[in-house]
C-alpha cells in the first residue's frame, strides 16, 4: 500500500518561505512523477509543480521563479520549497505519486499566507 505524508505548512506572513515534505512508503523513483496541487477554500485543486522519475521539472506560471520541486532519493521524500509567499498562496497543499496502475493522494498540509 502506497503512503504519502505531507508536513511542512503553516502560517507565515507575506514575502516569507516555507518548505513542504511529501514522504513516501518506498523509493520516489518508482513513481512516474510525483505532484503538488493545491486547493485553496470554494476553489477547485490546481497543479503547482512536478517532478518525473528522470528529474524534470515543471511549474505552474503562477509560481515560477518562487517555488522550488526536488527530491531526495534516500530520503525517500519530494519537497517543495515556496519562498516570495503570496497571501493568493494560501491553500491546503496535496502531494500525488502517478505510475501505471498507481495515483495516491496525501492528507494535505495547511500554508496560510496572512499578516
Known amino acids: 500500500q502506497v503512503q504519502l505524508v505531507e508536513s511542512g505548512g503553516g502560517l507565515v506572513q507575506p514575502g516569507g518561505s516555507l518548505r513542504l515534505s511529501c514522504a513516501t512508503s518506498?523509493?520516489?523513483?518508482?513513481?512516474?512523477?510525483i505532484d503538488w496541487y493545491r486547493q485553496a477554500p470554494g476553489k477547485q485543486r490546481e497543479l503547482v509543480a512536478t517532478?518525473?522519475?528522470?528529474?524534470?521539472?515543471n511549474y505552474a506560471d503562477f509560481v515560477k521563479g518562487r517555488f522550488t520541486i526536488s527530491r531526495d532519493n534516500a530520503k525517500n521524500t519530494v519537497y517543495l520549497q515556496m519562498n516570495s509567499l503570496k497571501p493568493e498562496d494560501t491553500a491546503v497543499y496535496f502531494c500525488?505519486?502517478?505510475?501505471?496502475?498507481?495515483?495516491?493522494w496525501g492528507q494535505g498540509t495547511q500554508v496560510t499566507v496572512s499578516s
Open positions: 500525488n505519486a502517478r505510475n501505471i496502475g498507481i495515483n495516491v
Open positions: 518506498g523509493s520516489v523513483t518508482r513513481f512516474y512523477s
Open positions: 517532478i518525473r522519475n528522470g528529474g524534470g521539472t
